[in-house]
């Protein structure tokens, strides 16, 4: 039973910008891309569907590309210095990301010590393409991240992100540091959070709870 604990998305909070739609942007072929995203845009299918589709079109020898491209975005600032806040608080930091599980366990490595735990998508490669093997999936998200909070006891879950994928996620949390479009939307479904540039703010923040 942890008296507090953190639930922490990697893609664009961890790191400076969203590394899985680069991935998408760079690595996809655009037109059949655009199939999928003219299904998804009509309803036809979930945002499961979509990412799956469109990492199946990836040819799975592009993968040293893609683990390049992460490697060289930024860590978003004062990343390392929450972790040995969080630490010194007794408060556990968990990571959920709907990337694939390559590229965050070794962008995350170095502080690997200071995080209780990380979840994040596996892949193989079927046909010579990339295939998502996604062990938390639900009908509305490819990394269902409130089925991973389930898994832990707490008294008060804080959660920190970013955009569409943590909305769910932020809406069950007790406490949420969000921005961008996760800020836009909780801001019009009036659930209280904090606002948040990088990780200096979220510490300075979470020292006061």
């Given at each position: 039973m942890y008296e507090k604990i953190?639930?922490?998305?990697?893609?664009?909070?961890?790191?400076?910008?969203?590394?899985?739609?680069?991935?998408?942007?760079?690595?996809?072929?655009?037109?059949?891309y655009a199939k999928g995203e003219a299904e998804f845009r009509a309803g036809r299918i979930g945002l499961p569907e979509l990412l799956t589709y469109a990492f199946s079109t990836i040819?799975?020898?592009?993968?040293?590309?893609?683990?390049?491209?992460?490697?060289?975005?930024?860590?978003?600032?004062?990343?390392d210095a929450f972790l040995d806040t969080a630490g010194a608080m007794g408060i556990p930091v968990v990571i959920i990301s709907g990337g694939l599980r390559s590229y965050v366990e070794e962008i995350l490595e170095p502080y690997r010590e200071k995080i209780l735990d990380v979840y994040s998508i596996d892949s193989d490669c079927v046909d010579g393409y990339i295939r998502l093997l996604p062990e938390y999936r639900s009908d509305r998200e490819l990394m269902n991240k409130t089925a991973v909070m389930k898994r832990y006891d707490f008294g008060q879950s804080i959660c920190i992100g970013d955009?569409?994928?943590?909305?769910?996620?932020?809406?069950?949390?007790?406490?949420?540091f969000a921005r961008d479009v996760l800020a836009e939307h909780l801001a019009k479904a009036k659930k209280p959070f904090y606002r948040w540039g990088d990780f200096f703010d979220v510490e300075?923040?979470?020292k006061e709870l």
């Open positions: 953190l639930f922490v998305d990697f893609d664009g909070t961890v790191t400076s910008e969203e590394t899985l739609e680069g991935i998408l942007r760079r690595f996809t072929d655009p037109g059949e040819p799975y020898s592009r993968m040293e590309d893609i683990m390049e491209y992460v490697r060289s975005v930024e860590l978003r600032p004062g990343f955009g569409y994928t943590d909305i769910i996620m932020a809406m069950a949390a007790d406490t949420v300075k923040v979470l």
